[in-house]
């Protein structure tokens, strides 16, 4: 499998209770590697597709460092070296006293300048998927970049699918703007917000439903509450969410989509697919950071 998205150093810090403006907040603080697309990279190779590649943009700075977290965790690392962009950087404030729900601040650096110039046709070879993080479509080379990969995608028979990434930058950039963006996607994997943000639909099932007309698979994913499956304007399955005491639910969705698609990947129908999601969902929000445990060598 080819995932193309975004590489970042994730800043995570955890507080109790409401920031306290004008003084100090006591935290716990880590830097951890990050990046919607690596992420899910990650958790796919954790979830046991046999060969997962990345191809992400990176400053220098940080470049050595992620090439050897990536590789640890079974990923090929193929990485542009960004001439004048800094590595992207997250920060995550993550609120211990509710759920662990986070906010995040973000300097997307060089990850949001993926170019076409970034792309060969080369990278498909063997591959059994593309994946691309809707965090691409979000910078005006990152979308010229998304044309060319997904025609170069269709031409060889290769599925595409595509994680909407950002309820926030997903407003921003415009629902009928995005809509258009992601012609030749076959699996669109939104959160429960922005399946509602795409359709103007207040329920997360009726916004299934009708993404469903557009994409010939759209997985919705809701969190604690599961995921909803949906084919041509139904949804036909709602899969349950796994118990879990959050800790940090930074990447959670991004596990869930790395953990599907190598389901997928692997031979395994939607819905089984979509309860694997759930699983490595549950586990991820039980560690600190978007990454999988590392396994034994």
């Not at 150093?9 to 919607?36: E, K, N, S």
């Not at 910078?139 to 595509?162: C, I, N």
């Not at 429960?192 to 759209?218: K, N, Q």
């Amino acid at each position: 499998m080819l995932v193309v998205g975004d590489v970042v150093t994730d800043v995570v810090a955890r507080h109790r209770g409401p920031l306290a403006p004008g003084t100090d907040t006591a935290a716990a603080i880590l830097l951890v590697p990050g990046g919607a697309g690596a992420n899910v990279a990650c958790w796919a190779a954790h979830h046991g597709c046999p060969r997962v590649m990345l191809l992400g943009r990176v400053g220098a700075d940080a470049a050595a460092w992620h090439e050897r977290e990536l590789i640890a965790s079974g990923v090929l690392p193929r990485l542009v070296v960004d001439p004048c962009a800094p590595t992207g950087t997250v920060v995550a404030l993550v609120d211990d006293a509710a759920a662990a729900e986070r906010t995040f601040l973000t300097d997307s650096g060089a990850s949001l300048r993926l170019e076409p110039g970034d792309w060969s046709d080369g990278l498909l070879d063997g591959a059994a998927r593309l994946h691309l993080s809707g965090y691409l479509l979000f910078s005006r080379p990152g979308r010229a970049f998304v044309a060319v990969a997904v025609a170069a995608a269709r031409a060889r028979g290769v599925p595409v699918s595509l994680d909407p990434a950002s309820a926030g930058f997903l407003a921003s950039l415009g629902v009928d703007r995005f809509l258009a963006l992601t012609g030749g996607v076959d699996v669109l994997l939104p959160s429960r917000d922005e399946a509602c943000l795409l359709t103007g639909l207040s329920d997360p099932a009726d916004a299934a439903a009708e993404l469903s007309r557009r994409f010939p698979l759209v997985v919705v994913k809701h969190g604690r509450d599961g995921a909803l499956v949906a084919r041509s304007g139904a949804v036909r399955a709602r899969v349950r969410g796994r118990p879990a005491v959050p800790l940090d639910t930074t990447g959670a969705g991004d596990a869930f989509t790395g953990a599907f698609l190598a389901a997928l990947v692997g031979g395994a129908g939607p819905e089984a697919a979509a309860a694997a999601g759930c699983g490595a969902g549950a586990l991820a929000v039980t560690r600190v950071g978007g990454r999988p445990p590392r396994r034994a060598p």
